[in-house]
């Protein structure tokens, strides 16, 4: 009797196109070995959870609701295995502030930040505190959101209009802007799974350089890295990745620069798209995507 796996998806996030995207690859993959059954997290899904009583939720959610501890709460709630990151690792993983706070204790380097609690009228101020501890340009982006949804590189000039943008957030995270090279490190359960270099055409590897063929992001694996140097990063995320207490496969982002490895943050969610870096680095290391899928399916439990 084949094994009945929910594939969560969908939810209420700016990340849901992509959820349902990374669902139906899962799906379409698992398909033949498994009874799967697609469901979108606002449809219901609790009531779908119960009637269908999958063996495992393979979750596939990402974005607010999905990664930052909530659709974990559900499901241990509900005592069914599910897939990634528990209910805490992905709570302090996904709130920008708290992660960073914890790098720094564990002396991971990640970029100098401030936090900003919204208003217009304090900008003046803001300015200020960023030319004292920072400087231009920043990075602009929210506490709790992934795939860098609604992150703007900023000079003072366009500050202003920048943090308009973001009115719709209590808080936004303001960190130093550093250059250099885009690597990003795959951790599989215990595993440090390797390494790919990002090219993107765009200023930085954003929404639209991860997720849209037509920014045309260079991937480059192997890197063009020393062996030390590789070394270096693979250990750095796998620290980041236990020090979370994160639990299946993550995705660390990292700025090179000046022979220095700059963590920007943990993914606990990574896509599986055909776009995907996660899948992308596994090919590499031999692992086929269903193989990959059908390990992150065996590291499920019920209590994360």
């Known amino acids: 009797m084949k094994k009945k796996i929910l594939i969560l998806g969908g939810g209420i996030s700016k990340e849901r ?35 269908f009583k999958p063996d495992i939720v393979f979750n596939a959610l990402h974005g607010r609701f999905g990664e930052d501890g909530y659709a974990q709460t559900v499901l241990e709630y509900n005592k069914v295995k599910y897939t990634h990151s528990g209910v805490l690792s992905s709570a302090l993983a996904m709130d920008k502030e708290i992660s960073k706070k914890i790098f720094i204790k564990n002396k991971i380097l990640t970029p100098k930040f401030i936090i900003f609690k919204y208003n217009l009228k304090n900008i003046e101020i803001l300015k200020i505190t960023i030319k004292k501890k920072l400087k231009y340009p920043v990075v602009i982006k929210p506490i709790n959101e992934g795939s860098s949804v609604d992150v703007y590189i900023s000079d003072e000039r366009k500050l202003k209009k920048n943090l308009i943008k973001m009115n719709k957030y209590k808080e936004i995270l303001i960190e130093e802007y550093i250059g250099g090279r885009e690597i990003q490190v795959a951790i599989l359960g215990n595993k440090k799974l390797g390494v790919i270099e990002l090219k993107p055409k765009r200023k930085f590897y954003d929404y639209k350089a991860k997720y849209h063929s037509s920014s045309k992001t260079e991937h480059i694996i192997p890197v063009n890295l ?25 995705r660390s982002d990292f700025k090179f620069q000046n022979n220095k490895f700059y963590l920007l943050e943990l993914n606990t969610q990574p896509g599986m798209t055909k776009l995907s870096l996660v899948p992308e680095i596994a090919a590499y290391r031999g692992i086929s995507f269903l193989s990959l899928l059908e390990w992150i399916l065996n590291d499920a439990s019920k209590n994360r």
């Open 226 to 250: 020393t062996k030390k140097n590789i070394n270096k990063v693979l250990n750095i995320a796998y620290k980041a990745h236990r020090i979370l207490k994160c639990r299946g496969v993550t």
């Open 17 to 51: 196109k992509i959820s349902l995207e990374t669902a139906r690859q899962v799906k379409n993959s698992l398909k033949n070995n498994y009874n799967v059954l697609q469901v979108d997290f606002n449809e219901d899904f609790e009531k779908k959870l119960k009637s």
